[in-house]
């Protein structure tokens, strides 16, 4: 199994980023994914999930509605598109696949992880 996360790079704050995750060697459409962000000397924090089907998805609470999960069977891909990025958006984004059908937002739920994609965003 392996997952590839891209579209990461230096963004001025309020512009937009459109990360992406490629995923191969399993059945994609069976698992729900999720994305997560890290930066130094903290813990990994969830981001956004999605169940198989694409029809479900989980955000952290307070919903910030700045990121929009979505993901395409077909192509094996999930995608994170943020708006609006902030300084705080600042870190490495990481993609990672379950074994389960729906969301999750426990980093322990989460079987395979890609590669982070690095996003900084200048003030």
């Known amino acids: 199994v392996q997952l590839q996360a891209s579209g990461g790079g230096l963004v001025q704050a309020g512009g937009s980023l459109n990360l992406s995750c490629a995923a191969s060697g399993y059945l994609f459409s069976n698992v729900g994914m999720g994305w997560f962000r890290q930066t130094p000397g903290k813990e990994r924090e969830f981001v956004a999930g999605?169940?198989?089907?694409?029809?479900?998805?989980q955000f952290p609470p307070p919903r910030d509605r700045r990121f929009i999960i979505s993901r395409d069977n077909i192509k094996k891909t999930m995608s994170l598109q943020i708006n609006n990025l902030k300084s705080e958006d600042t870190a490495n984004y990481y993609c990672a696949a379950g074994l389960f059908p729906g969301t999750s937002a426990r980093r322990s739920a989460y079987r395979y992880w890609g590669h982070g994609t690095l996003v900084t965003v200048s003030s």
């Open positions: 999605i169940d198989k089907t694409g029809g479900n998805t």
